[in-house]
């Protein structure tokens, strides 16, 4: 899946669930400007990030790349 895509569904799944960016880079352990990289398309996020994003937002896999 494309970059981009990921990003747009993180940061739309990140506002509903009602995380800042700070606070959602602390719970995933990661800095805020790799959180933007992921949320603007420019860095892919490996499969590690992937599952503590989806178990973070409690959302399924399924949701986060179904379009």
Do not use: C, N, W
């Not at 747009?8 to 669930?17: T, Y």
């Not at 719970?27 to 992921?38: F, K, R, Y």
Request: glycine fraction near 8%.
């Amino acid at each position: 899946m494309e970059a981009s895509i990921y990003g747009k569904r993180i940061r739309a799944f990140r506002k509903l669930k009602g995380y800042t960016q700070e606070a959602f880079a602390r719970e995933l352990g990661i800095s805020v400007s790799v959180l933007g990289e992921v949320e603007r398309g420019q860095r892919q996020p490996d499969e590690e990030l992937l599952t503590q994003i989806v178990t973070v937002l409690q959302i399924s896999r399924s949701e986060l790349t179904s379009k």
